[in-house]
């Protein structure tokens, strides 16, 4: 008998594929080699797919979430979009809080899940009565039959990619790795994976890429505009000890790496593109030996408007030139 249908769909969550990206940076032969996972390549399109489906199926095993129940949380998007996507495949309602930096692409796939909305103004710490975080805990404390996953302070955010996607990377790459680089926004992410890359070689070098106006790397945090990195909850998500160094981006720098990254053929969201930016970075420290794996977490399909388009933010004079001359000859 066939599988049931949520069961066939949720079970292709994992698996992505490592390539090599090196020609995104033009190297030599006897350079370092760096490789991309392709998170993209999940069913609901990031890999928030991974830790969501994890606390879901935690939920559900303790009794946190039952049949009939709602799911709410807080989220720049993919989370939120990974949750949507698990709710409407197991027949749960779904309510999301984003902030108002969040993607016109975002909130609409959200909707298109059949997920209930709310876009929250943009604050510059999560602990503002009227950022996302706060209005989604304030909707939580309404209802009955509930469940939050919190991302930011759920233990098994972390212990899903410690369990799945460590194990599944270090198979992946025979154990031949010498730098991990990773966006941190929950941290779930980055801790996870570290953990057990550390745990099979200490001398893996975990590189975190942050937000440069988040909490943890601006000592005047403030709003920002790249979506899925960005550490403005410290909680005990954060293994800092696992990082070997954290790498504050600015905004402008992951969507104009975004951009040239996509006229190279990977059309990538701007947490990847400040992924990348640092790897470019580590250049000049690597030797033709080390293999540094990058963590690209979703598509620039998701910021076509954002990133991508004419009206883009940080586009300087030159680039919107050659965007217009791009459009005109087709």
Partial sequence: MAEP????????????????????????????TFLGKLEYLNPGGSIKD???LYMIEDAEKRGLLRPGGTIIEASSGNQGIAL?????????KVIITVPKHTSSEKVATLRAYGAEVHVCRDTDTLEHPESYHSVARGIFEKHANA????????????????????????????????????????????????????????????HGVDSANSLLSSDEPKSYETEGIGVDVISENLRRDLIDEIHPV?????????????????????????????????????????????ILADSGRAYLGKVFSNNALFRNDEEVALFEKSVVNG
């Fill in 50 to 52: 991974r830790a969501a």
């Fill in 250 to 294: 600015e905004d402008r720098d992951a969507f104009q790496t975004a951009r040239r990254i996509a006229h190279k053929g990977l059309l990538l969201g701007p947490s990847s593109g400040a992924v990348l930016h640092v790897a470019h970075n580590l250049l000049s420290q690597l030797t033709s030996s080390d293999i540094a794996v990058c």
């Fill in 5 to 32: 249908s949520s069961n066939a769909v949720l079970s292709q969550v994992g698996n992505t594929p490592l390539v090599n990206l090196n020609f995104l940076f033009d190297l030599p032969e006897n350079g370092p």
């Fill in 147 to 206: 469940f939050m996953p919190n991302q930011y302070f759920n233990t098994k955010n972390p212990e899903a990619h410690y369990r799945t996607t460590g194990p599944e990377l270090w198979k992946q790459i025979e154990g031949k790795m010498t730098h991990f680089i990773s966006g941190m926004g929950s941290c779930g992410t980055i801790s996870g994976i570290a953990q057990y890359l550390k745990e099979q070689n200490p001398k893996i070098t975990v």
């Fill in 84 to 92: 949507a996507m698990i709710g409407a495949l197991k027949g749960y």
